[in-house]
């Protein structure tokens, strides 16, 4: 459980960038420069960075485009294309993982009936129910729940205490992170008679003379269907839909707390922040990224590569390639326009109490 | 395992709704209509998707009053009254569930000081604390906890990984889904001298000339009560009470993410939708609905009928009846004028000042 | 596991309290003075509460500064110099706890190679990874995982159900309600190329022609470092660092299902409410406190003794000591006045298209 060790070579080589000086140079991790060890590859991707080199004891770092690696004292360097994009290919060489132990722990309780692929690990205390079918060389974690007909593809890796309930079906390459939901029955009610948020929804006024009433449950005889390479934060939940599958496609992302209604379909590589939420029967395009904390209201359409800022409340569809913010979502240059405008209004009102004194003799505005 | 199998005669029966045609025709569950399988019950409760039964394989559907259900090609139909309270029914009757073994698992760690009653399930690896008493007809799923001198009414079904804290006490019928928390310590700290936050609540202004100070936790000696027939979604968080138990009336349905704090007391039938929460000891009338993402401060009264739009951000009592929407929470009919009056705020702003300069002879707002 | 009992004047001294009448009458526990038992100590701090204790059996209450307990009809009587903050002491002497059975359960799960202090407990079905070290006189309740070479000061309360990933640290004292998540993987994601989102970030516009792109991860090779006597909330999510470690300042409380993203640095004894969420590499200061549902933006600064009001959203960088509220964030007393200028908004339009008509002789606003 030790971490691997490359040389600056292997690592130039894994991220297709130029290597420069010392390529035997062992690394072991990555730093901020004035934190780097001896053995850390110092992450100075701008001349700020760099200038940081020099409190710590790097000899080796990742620079920008034409850098001189020589001058700043380095005894090796690494020059990718896109230093962003390069983070991704170094810190998965370097990532030490959760030292979860191989093989399946004996305290795993496995349905006999369940089928587990090759070179699958499955760690303490997880419980893996009858009909699941968990692809090969997947990690399940410890304290894990895959429920009764599950399917997981290949390769998946769950983090500890993820739960996914009866029916779910999952592609390759999932990555879950702790206390993942899935598959808990959808939030669905509906009373005998018409209820207040009906007629609400009809006349957007008050509740006219709609009785009290208790809510009956509609169960979820749905489930939810998962495509190939997502990854979902700690705590996200996805419910499941009502009489077909809530679906995400392939290559979502989704941030810690988000939660997913019943009957939802999402495209392809969306990108979904924390404390974001999509309500029951809302369809999401392709490509789609909702900022931190916003909202989607239910039964609605997002477009295809629609971009929310953070905490917007989306009360609406919105079409295809549309860049929104704020509260109800407004196109991001007007919104940004009002909210510049929204700081003068009170200066706004002085004045036109002012021009209707000038004008009509009073100010008929309090 | 297998799905139950009803008649289209017992399933209208079931549902107090008309059967048409072949009344023997078996249903093993409910689909929409381009994609039901022959032994699907197709739901078509309108035209627009009656349309789409040509599609799919159903020879019975769910259909709207009126609808001719020979000219559809089917060999049966339903006609309930209201299509949507039917799904209720509906679904109850073939929900498939989620496949928990009957009886209490032997990896069950049960106290031999905890009641249980007659015919309960207990999932794998869960905890029964000392002192509990579990009523008669419980499922618990596999991997939960249920603390110290707890009370679970009869009927209650717990999915996964659902915890309950000590001294929490629920009525009959309880649902709660997978990763519920009941009885944390409520959030209530205090600090030795006044704090910058009750300098701003009596000021509304900056945090005057108070000092930085530590917190110090005021523990909940309460727990939390909640009545029958109340539904939890994923995650949801109630805390527990100060002095007293927080309370949460019979037949309230809680989405994914709730957070009820401490002392709060919810009343009968409200529906809390995903997101939303309700800080420290606010009162909840009857039949309240918040919808996703409602936001109520702590210390305020919301009155019977409520009712709040995604995302309002509820910062004062609200009178019994009202509907509001937005941040602060507005009438909703009001709110939806201010939401379209803001939009026209840049050039209301144009307007002013060329009223200004044709009244005064100069533009005074920039 | 009965409940301690204690003499009022056990308790006005362990309170520092003065302490009036029969101080030798025994206190179980408090409560409100309506229903109050006769061991109970009611809580009546104002003449409103204390004109409630004649409703119940009290015959010991906590009273205000001047208060005449003989003619409440009152044994005995406590009376702090600051009510608010007696309440902490009082309620930690009563505190019944959750009921965890002492030392290490038999089903628990501990790696040889963990390193565990004196006085531990360790509940039912918890496992505790390799390389662990868990410090004296420690509670880790049921169902916990500790994982691969975390740090765990002295004094740990873990309630149930909590979850700890590798490598993170954590200081003495620290408090977890059920469900914490601690160690997750950031939510860091790259494109090949310049993304819709980087496109927007420059120009606050669209997306441009930015192509439709997958997302790949960055691993998180940092964990997260918390300092002492820190409090988390039911649910609190805090995300592993990229290349250093995600940090919590000493005497930090953060409420339910606060989200606090990767590379994040809190200072000391800030107070985050529930629902709250800082997003990556955002740096907050010292004694923040951020009102419930406030969302703050990655990649700012908050400054020492920054108050956030509930449901604030800070999209960029906020000063020491300012008070804010709203979305976008706003001064306090100055987002009031928009808020309350923002109701007349409506009306304003008409009055300036009134003044569009008599000074124009023409309305152009519509």
């Given at each position: 459980?030790?971490?691997?060790?490359?040389?600056?070579?292997?690592?130039?080589?894994?991220?297709?960038?130029?290597?420069?000086?010392?390529?035997?140079?062992?690394?072991?991790?990555?730093?901020?420069?004035?934190?780097?060890?001896?053995?850390?590859?110092?992450?100075?991707?701008?001349?700020?960075?760099?200038?940081?080199?020099?409190?710590?004891?790097?000899?080796?770092?990742?620079?920008?485009?034409?850098?001189?690696?020589?001058?700043?004292?380095?005894?090796?360097?690494?020059?990718?294309?896109?230093?962003?994009?390069?983070?991704?290919?170094?810190?998965?060489?370097?990532?030490?993982?959760?030292?979860?132990?191989?093989?399946?722990?004996?305290?795993?309780?496995?349905?006999?009936?369940?089928?587990?692929?090759?070179?699958?690990?499955?760690?303490?205390?997880?419980?893996?129910?009858?009909?699941?079918?968990?692809?090969?060389?997947?990690?399940?974690?410890?304290?894990?729940?895959?429920?009764?007909?599950?399917?997981?593809?290949?390769?998946?890796?769950?983090?500890?205490?993820?739960?996914?309930?009866?029916?779910?079906?999952?592609?390759?390459?999932?990555?879950?992170?702790?206390?993942?939901?899935?598959?808990?029955?959808?939030?669905?009610?509906?009373?005998?008679?018409?209820?207040?948020?009906?007629?609400?929804?009809?006349?957007?006024?008050?509740?006219?003379?709609?009785?009290?009433?208790?809510?009956?449950?509609?169960?979820?005889?749905?489930?939810?269907?998962?495509?190939?390479?997502?990854?979902?934060?700690?705590?996200?939940?996805?419910?499941?839909?009502?009489?077909?599958?809530?679906?995400?496609?392939?290559?979502?992302?989704?941030?810690?707390?988000?939660?997913?209604?019943?009957?939802?379909?999402?495209?392809?590589?969306?990108?979904?922040?924390?404390?974001?939420?999509?309500?029951?029967?809302?369809?999401?395009?392709?490509?789609?990224?909702?900022?931190?904390?916003?909202?989607?209201?239910?039964?609605?359409?997002?477009?295809?590569?629609?971009?929310?800022?953070?905490?917007?409340?989306?009360?609406?569809?919105?079409?295809?390639?549309?860049?929104?913010?704020?509260?109800?979502?407004?196109?991001?240059?007007?919104?940004?326009?009002?909210?510049?405008?929204?700081?003068?209004?009170?200066?706004?009102?002085?004045?036109?109490a002012a021009l209707q004194k000038a004008?009509f003799k009073s100010d008929?505005?309090?």
């Open positions: 459980m030790t971490r691997k060790t490359y040389t600056v070579g292997q690592i130039a080589e894994a991220l297709g960038a130029e290597a420069f000086g010392d390529a035997a140079l062992p690394v072991t991790s990555v730093a901020e420069p004035q934190s780097a060890g001896p053995t850390d590859l110092a992450m100075a991707t701008d001349k700020t960075y760099a200038e940081k080199l020099a409190q710590g004891q790097a000899q080796a770092a990742v620079l920008w485009q034409g850098a001189d690696w020589e001058a700043l004292g380095l005894k090796a360097a690494i020059v990718p294309g896109r230093p962003r994009y390069a983070m991704s290919g170094l810190t998965r060489l370097l990532d030490p993982g959760q030292g979860f132990p191989s093989g399946i722990h004996p305290s795993a309780i496995i349905d006999p009936a369940a089928e587990i692929g090759q070179n699958v690990s499955i760690g303490a205390l997880s419980v893996v129910a009858a009909g699941a079918q968990i692809g090969d060389d997947c990690v399940i974690g410890p304290q894990c729940y895959i429920g009764w007909n599950v399917t997981l593809g290949p390769r998946a890796l769950l983090r500890e205490q993820v739960s996914i309930g009866a029916r779910v079906t999952i592609g390759a390459d999932f990555f879950a992170q702790p206390g993942v939901r899935l598959g808990g029955d959808g939030f669905s009610f509906v009373t005998e008679d018409k209820s207040g948020i009906e007629a609400v929804r009809e006349t957007l006024g008050d509740t006219q003379d709609t009785q009290a009433q208790g809510w009956t449950r509609i169960h979820s005889l749905g489930a939810v269907t998962i495509g190939d390479n997502v990854d979902l934060g700690a705590c996200v939940n996805i419910d499941n839909g009502t009489i077909r599958d809530t679906q995400v496609g392939d290559g979502c992302k989704m941030d810690n707390f988000v939660h997913i209604g019943h009957n939802v379909v999402i495209g392809k590589d969306c990108l979904i922040c924390g404390h974001s939420g999509v309500a029951g029967s809302t369809r999401v395009g392709n490509n789609v990224v909702l900022g931190g904390m916003t909202g989607v209201s239910d039964n609605i359409f997002i477009g295809d590569r629609v971009i929310t800022g953070g905490g917007t409340k989306v009360l609406s569809s919105i079409p295809a390639g549309r860049v929104v913010l704020g509260y109800p979502a407004t196109k991001m240059d007007k919104q940004i326009e009002i909210f510049k405008a929204i700081r003068r209004l009170p200066r706004i009102i002085a004045d036109v004008v008929r505005s309090d």
